[in-house]
């Protein structure tokens, strides 16, 4: 009995994690359907949104769901002007450059966010933080519970947002065909903007989802590499593949540091990672294509 | 631009496009050769560094610039290049044998990455080698009885026909060594139709295939090629940094190598050289002129990665071509003096080009 | 007897049949024209001929060798070449590096001597840049020998696309709409030379085409396509004159 609680126990911690790994995840893929753009500073702007949470909620000592909101408005307004001002212009580069650019920004928002707050390690209350929940018998923290919880309700909005309204299906079409969209009036320029910034929102949530569990540090970003995992075995194409991939990459990764000898856990997302790439490169959920000429 | 007038195949086939290049080129070598005897120990050990960087470079540049193949695992191969050297010296190898064998075990390790991800390209195969790199980094770690584990362990001096090699000046004079040597066997590649056939693969896959490139072997030897290349720059990091640990070869490193393929200039080997010069110069002279800034900025802790994510940014932005594409601007702006025209080197406006597949 | 034939040819793309039942042959010395709406299933014929794709049914022969499961990059050495229907040259490299690519498949240097560069590579090097020369000369490449092909213009091009292909010294070549984009002159020139490759360096051409007068002026048969299937095979003007042929063409009710 101990071990199944154990074991239940590891796989909800697991999945905490990995709703989050999911969670950038989604940012990743959001941006790439529609601009084919990789940013490799997803990562750095949960760095960012969890800075904003920590000033408004710690050190204006703000409510915490005030604070909440207006970090990923914060967050998103940036995300939003990142790529009105920079990433726009490098459109009709290859993808190569994007990458390095990406890279060069998450060392200019790492340094950034030393430079305005510190390199230390900052937190803030949550009204989930150290507390506990019983559920027959099972007792696991309200932290990793109400990452669960928080995600699934981001989830349940985004897909509303995305089935339901006219700008959730205008996003959708300038994703699949840019010049159709455009030429159907849809303002691709603005949409794709917007688009970065509900990634970089989503990006808040998951860093303020991830405070009650650990400290928010200028280093915070490399879980995105841990989040190219969950995007790849998603099939990078997929939305739902990748916060699905997210929870398999972070249960997986607690199980292997469970049954594994030790060092194997901080590989282990590398590891599903490369296997995936090698064995089944269009992900679980993706389909095979290849370059018509 | 001179176009030299050409009236023999040969012309094509010299290592020196021109015959002032030579003199030019000469000139370096004895410059470079003699700058021990007036330049302090620090920056001859800088200047070694900078060389072991500019083969790692020229290593990545045959896969990234040339090839098209990214790779964000490079300090994989740095790493596994310098703990090869490293430990094989401390187990008595002679060192003519143990840096030919970094080389070598770094090219295996290239191959066994590189044959798994032949079929990736662009975004795929640069997560991959980053997962690849991620996992290196890890072993180098946690392998405690082989690479001594967190804490590293210290790099025996190399001795040839007893004379020890130890210091700054013996790092200085064996990497230049290595850095030319590399710097020809790329030119001999490049000039071969080992090198047309990377640039095909580069260009247009599906064509390189239809003119009878055969695309794994190519790939695999390119990777092999580079991989070994980076290991020999490792084997003399090792030299470089006298005391091992793995935490030198974490994804930073990585991004920065890419980094001096990409600021330095896509598919040039001079791009390669001017990269490790950017790289290497820019913090020493942060460093240099810190004291003169205000107070607020000379002491700021992030000065020196975000003037070179800045720097990144920047150069993406503007001058994708690179230190070199500036360098060629520079050139063409000489010779043409005073006939110059901002049209020479206006770029053809740019439009999205899908990569995606469908 | 003939230089290449097709038996019996299909491939299928998840549910689609892209090419069903299709089955020709290819004298040596002619010019064989595939010609057919959209979506018939043409340049699908030249990327199975080329080994892109695989077969789902059906036999490739070529010059009395079975190819069917040759691989792609040994198809050039056997002496077919092929150019693209969107262009797909190194846009890169050179003009000359690019003809120079379409010797790969007669380079027999060994790996180690090319990093040695050694003189068995140099004297090689030599011999391919006298074919790629005869090349330049064959289509009047002369004054962009040395520019990138990013820089020229497409009608250029086009025709360095078919230099390469030449540099393969191919028995059988194929060319993907070589008119595609090429304004009239530019067309009648492309006419010139598919004339010349056939009669002075006797090159079996196999064309996929649209335009009916570049088919009609060099094409000894002619094929007619329409949903991956066989409309109609014969001379230029009797495939014309086909109803099936003109049905297709012009939409109706078979």
Redesign the interface.
């Known amino acids: 009995m101990d071990d199944v609680a154990r074991l239940l126990q590891l796989v909800v911690n697991g999945a905490a994690s990995g709703c989050i790994y999911g969670l950038i995840a989604f940012g990743f893929v959001l941006i790439y359907k529609a601009t084919e753009m990789v940013n490799f500073a997803q990562g750095e702007i949960m760095m960012l949104g969890g800075f904003a949470a920590y000033t408004f909620i710690h050190q204006f000592g703000l409510n915490y769901w005030v604070g909440f909101g207006l970090a990923i408005a914060a967050t998103a307004a940036f995300g939003f002007l990142l790529d009105a001002v920079i990433l726009r212009r490098v459109i009709g580069q290859p993808q190569f450059a994007v990458v390095m650019l990406t890279l060069g920004l998450a060392f200019i928002f790492r340094a950034a966010a030393g430079i305005v707050w510190t390199y230390d390690s900052v937190g803030f209350n949550t009204p989930f933080t150290n507390k506990t929940v019983n559920l027959g018998g099972l007792v696991l923290g309200q932290d990793n519970v109400s990452i669960i919880i928080g995600t699934l309700i981001l989830c349940l909005v985004l897909y509303l947002f995305f089935s339901r309204t006219r700008l959730g299906v205008a996003m959708q079409a300038a994703s699949q065909n840019q010049l159709a969209a455009y030429y159907m009036g849809i303002p691709v320029r603005r949409i794709f903007s917007l688009i970065w910034a509900i990634s970089a929102g989503v990006s808040a949530v998951a860093a303020v989802l991830l405070a009650p569990v650990s400290l928010i540090d200028v280093n915070m970003g490399m879980l995105g590499f841990k989040a190219f995992a969950a995007a790849v075995l998603g099939g990078f194409g997929s939305i739902p593949g990748a916060v699905i991939g997210g929870v398999i990459v972070g249960v997986v990764e607690q199980l292997s540091g469970y049954f594994l000898p030790p060092g194997f856990q901080d590989v282990t997302s590398n590891i599903v990672l490369l296997g995936v790439l090698i064995l089944r490169p269009q992900g679980l959920f993706g389909a095979t294509i290849r370059k018509r000429v | 631009m001179h176009r030299p007038f050409k009236t023999q195949y040969e012309q094509d086939l010299r290592l020196f496009r021109a015959p002032s290049a030579k003199i030019w080129y000469g000139l370096l070598i004895v410059i470079l050769l003699a700058l021990p005897q007036f330049a302090g120990e620090f920056y001859v050990g800088e200047l070694g560094g900078l060389f072991i960087f500019a083969i790692a470079g020229v290593g990545l540049m045959l896969l990234t610039g040339y090839t098209g193949l990214v790779s964000l695992g490079h300090s994989a191969f740095l790493g596994i290049g310098a703990y090869t050297e490293a430990i094989l010296l401390a187990r008595g190898w002679p060192f003519a044998v143990t840096l030919p064998a970094a080389a070598i075990v770094t090219a295996a390790a290239g191959i066994a990455i590189g044959v798994p991800t032949l079929r990736m390209t662009g975004l795929y195969l640069a997560i991959a080698t980053l997962a690849f790199g991620g996992i290196i980094s890890n072993v180098l770690q946690k392998w405690d009885s082989v690479t001594g584990g967190f804490d590293g362990f210290p790099v025996k001096a190399p001795s040839v026909l007893g004379v020890v090699l130890d210091g700054p000046w013996a790092v200085y004079y064996m990497s230049l060594v290595a850095l030319v040597f590399v710097i020809l066997l790329a030119l001999n590649v490049l000039r071969s139709p080992l090198g047309r056939a990377m640039v095909a693969i580069r260009d247009s896959e599906v064509s390189a295939q239809s003119m009878g490139i055969n695309l794994a072997w190519y790939k695999t030897i390119v990777f092999a090629l580079s991989a070994g290349i980076t290991g020999l720059a490792g084997g003399l990091f090792a030299h470089y940094v006298r005391h091992l640990a793995p935490d030198a070869f974490d994804v930073l490193l990585s991004i920065q190598l890419v980094t001096i393929v990409f600021v330095g200039g896509l598919g040039s080997l001079h791009g390669a050289i001017f990269g490790a010069m950017f790289m290497r110069l820019l913090p020493q002279g942060i460093a240099m002129i810190r004291d003169d800034l205000p107070n607020w900025l000379g002491r700021m802790p992030g000065l020196e990665p975000s003037v070179f994510g800045i720097i990144l940014v920047l150069c993406i932005m503007f001058e994708p071509m690179g230190i070199n594409g500036r360098w060629q601007k520079m050139k063409l702006w000489f010779n043409r003096f005073p006939l110059h025209r901002a049209s020479a080197s206006r770029r053809q406006k740019s439009y999205a080009k899908s990569e995606r597949l469908r | 007897m003939s230089l290449f034939s097709a038996t019996d040819l299909g491939i299928r793309f998840g549910g689609i049949r892209a090419v069903e039942g299709v089955s020709f042959d290819v004298r040596p010395g002619e010019v064989f024209s595939i010609i057919g709406p959209n979506g018939a299933g043409k ?1 699908t014929i030249f ?1 199975l001929i ?1 080994r ?1 794709y695989n077969p789902t049914s059906g036999r490739l022969n070529f010059n009395g060798q079975d190819i069917t499961e040759t ?7 056997l002496g077919i ?2 150019t ?3 262009i ?6 050179t003009l ?2 690019n003809l ?6 007669h ?1 027999k ?1 060994g ?1 180690l001597s ?4 050694l003189p068995s ?2 004297r090689a ?2 011999e391919h ?2 074919v790629a ?1 005869e090349v330049i000369a064959f289509l009047g490449l002369q004054r962009h020998r ?1 520019s990138l092909i ?1 820089n020229l213009p497409y009608g250029v091009r086009k025709v360095v696309e078919l230099g ?1 292909a030449l540099c ?1 010294e191919p028995k059988l070549l194929l060319l993907d709409e070589p008119s595609s984009g090429l304004n009239v002159e530019e067309t009648e020139e492309m006419a010139f030379w598919i004339d010349d490759i056939k009669k002075d360096l006797g090159i079996t051409v196999i064309m996929v085409e649209h335009d009916m007068k570049l088919v009609s002026a060099v094409s000894d048969r002619v094929m007619a396509l329409n949903y991956g299937r066989i409309l109609a095979m014969g001379t230029a003007a009797e495939v014309q004159s086909d109803p099936e042929v003109i049905r297709a063409y012009i939409g109706g009710e078979p």
């Open positions: 340049t990327n080329s892109i691989p792609p990059h040994l198809i050039a050495g070449a092929r693209f229907q969107n797909e040259l190194f846009a890169n490299a000359l590096q120079l690519i379409g010797r790969h498949c380079s240097v790996l090319q990093l040695g560069f590579v140099r090097e030599v840049r006298k020369e040395d990013a390469r393969t």
